[in-house]
């Protein structure tokens, strides 16, 4: 999502969260190398639920939220996430992806924008 409340454009927005899964991703490879297991995959998820919002029809595409959301904004965007989308959802394709990457791959990242390709289920 973007920052409404300070006019944060989308690609703002998105610059800001790959910056910042990178940096988790980087964080939890590191740790994994280290051995420290538990704390590599709790890194890792921080990063990943990032990339797993963008799949969320109340996250998709950077949509504009703030810190004075009315109740019915609130309403909405809970009720938008609290089902699962499905095995063959934009969801669990991303999860998918980046968890293989994580555990079987020592390639780095692609350069481009990681949300780049997340379309929202």
């Known amino acids: 999502m973007r ?14 969260a790959d910056a910042f899964v990178r940096k ?11 051995g420290n297991i538990k704390e590599a995959y709790y890194q890792f998820g921080i990063g990943l639920h990032t990339l797993q919002d963008a799949t969320s029809p109340a996250h998709g595409g950077f949509q504009p939220w703030g810190d004075h959301v009315s109740p ?28 293989d990457w994580f555990e079987n791959s020592n390639q780095p990242l692609p350069k481009e924008n990681l949300f780049n390709n997340i379309k929202h289920d």
């Open 72 to 99: 019915g904004e609130l309403v909405t965007h809970i009720a938008k996430e609290l089902n699962y989308p499905g095995m063959k959802s934009n969801l669990q394709r991303v999860t998918n992806q980046y968890l």
């Open 3 to 16: 920052n409404r409340d300070v006019g944060q454009t989308v690609d703002q927005a998105k610059g800001l």
């Open 24 to 34: 988790q991703f980087d964080l939890a490879k590191q740790l994994l190398s280290a």
